[in-house]
């Protein structure tokens, strides 16, 4: 598992091409190459996959990052 990138890591787990994500939304490559490169994915994505696979360990990754994003925001803030 590519633990550097989750949206690497979640084609790895799921076994699947980043051209065979897209085609689950009806999204082209290159809009799939667009989230690697920015290591993200839209949050209706997210949705639908944790709701369809919510076993995958990919989570937790997304999870600890979205946590850190937080931590870092708040910080900011103060």
Same mark, same amino acid.
């Given at each position: 598992?590519? =633990? ?10 799921? $076994?699947?091409?980043? #051209?065979?994500? $897209? =085609?689950?939304?009806?999204? *082209?490559?290159? !809009? ?5 490169? #920015? &290591? *993200? ?15 995958? #360990?990919?989570? *937790? ?7 850190? =994003?937080? !931590? &870092?925001?708040? $910080?900011?803030?103060?």
């Amino acid at each position: 598992m590519d =633990e550097k990138n989750i949206v690497k890591s979640l084609c790895a787990e799921l $076994g699947v091409t980043q #051209k065979q994500l $897209g =085609e689950m939304f009806d999204i *082209s490559q290159p !809009s799939v190459a667009l989230w690697v490169q #920015k &290591n *993200s994915f839209p949050r209706m994505v997210d949705i639908f996959l944790r709701t369809k696979y919510p076993e995958l #360990k990919t989570w *937790s990754l997304i999870d600890a990052r979205h946590s850190t =994003e937080s !931590s &870092n925001q708040q $910080g900011i803030n103060k």
